[in-house]
């Protein structure tokens, strides 16, 4: 009997020393410093309470930095991140390179609830390579009192001209509203995503079909000066340097009149607890000039695992978890319907608890069903994306632009200038690249 229980007891003490082992299983995973992420960090305890055998390990950075970080790390096959947060620029391009591990989800994820437009930009040849944590579009957020108060009623479907007399009427500095809030800090996904909409929708394109870059032809010369001279008549000191978050923290103490950014801003801007005009907001499409095409952009941030990832089956246990439709529903019942991430699910939209809590849902919708990445520019372009071209060379192109575009803002050098500047830079790396000679 002795020599029985000590058997029991080593065997007990093994088992022990097993699932102590399994504790250590640490999944590190990237992600962008955005308010829906810091929130699943903090409903990360759910999982690791359902998964006892899983540690989660965030390293949080701001987007810039969080792209470099991740983009350095993959193409060297570094092995520091388990998990990483990536949009659709990079999935189909690194998906194709074979970089990314296919994400095999079960019956109970419902693949088919994703939204379409999510669904494809994230999949290669049929095959999801990311999941979408949350998906958004770009549209006109405004203080409905202060147009109110000037006595115009703004469209659903707005123009650029009509924008800019609303900024004029609104501006109110002294009383530290300025007329119109946009993005101005460099970077591909920073200022550029933004000011690609908004040469798309002047008629413009990044290339034409035998991919000669476009950056000093007359659309990006007509966006780019209406822009300047739209934030410097009418948007905050500083706005060279403002991205999402900058605008978003500026917006919810009332300084801004008006926004044209990520849909995503709209549950943060409606939301009591951190906006002070939570209230006083209201939603339309993004403001066109010449043509509706591309004048808002299609993005999401979503979850992939490097192909050299050691622990596959735990990363994908987490980034199912993470963009599953009960962690839709954990967010609603912690936080309520307002807050849960957006533009991934139809069964959110069908949610009618979701439709009450939010008054953005139908433009937010709207505007992610109207975007489409392979007809984004008027004239034909040889690449996919609305706010990106989606090569390789785009992330270097795009900073390189981004910094001529917030160096033109600042006054630091002319429109034009800045134009010259980055038609060279472009056309060097394109050349480089063999797109032509």
Partial sequence: MKLKSRLAVAAAMALS??????????????????????????????????????????VTLEEGVLRQRVTTDIATKGGQFDVMTIGMYETPIWGKKGWLQEVKTDAAYDVDDLLPAMRNG???????????FYGESSMLMYRKDLADKAGVKVADKPTWPEIKDLAAKIHDPRNGVYGICLRGKPGWGDNMAFLSTLVNTHGGQWFDMSWKPQLESKPWKDAIHFYVDLLKNYGPPGSSANSFNEILALYNEGKCGMWIDATIAASFITDPKQSKVADKVAFAQAPTMVTPKGAN????????????????????????????KEYIQLVAKTNGWAAVPTGTRKSTYASPEFQKAAKFAAAEKAAIDSANPNDSTLPKSPYVGVQFAAIPEFQAIGIA?????????????????ALKTAQSAVEREMKKAGYYK
């Avoid at 955005?34 to 965030?58: C, S, V, Y």
């Avoid at 994230?122 to 979408?132: E, I, M, N």
């Avoid at 632009?401 to 200038?417: E, F, P, R």
């Fill in 17 to 58: 020393l097993c699932g102590a082992s399994q504790a250590a299983t640490e999944l590190v995973i990237a992600t962008v410093n955005n308010g829906h992420m810091i929130e699943m960090q903090k409903l990360g305890k759910h999982f690791e309470q359902a998964n006892p055998d899983i540690k989660l390990k965030w």
């Fill in 122 to 132: 994230l999949s290669v040849d049929g095959k999801l390579y990311a999941v979408p």
């Fill in 297 to 324: 952009w299609l993005w999401a941030w979503s979850l992939a695992i490097p192909a050299g990832s050691q622990k596959v089956d735990a990363a994908r246990k987490f980034v199912s978890w993470a963009t599953s």
């Fill in 401 to 417: 632009v981004g910094q001529q575009m917030s160096a033109a803002l600042a006054g630091k050098t002319t429109v034009d200038a």
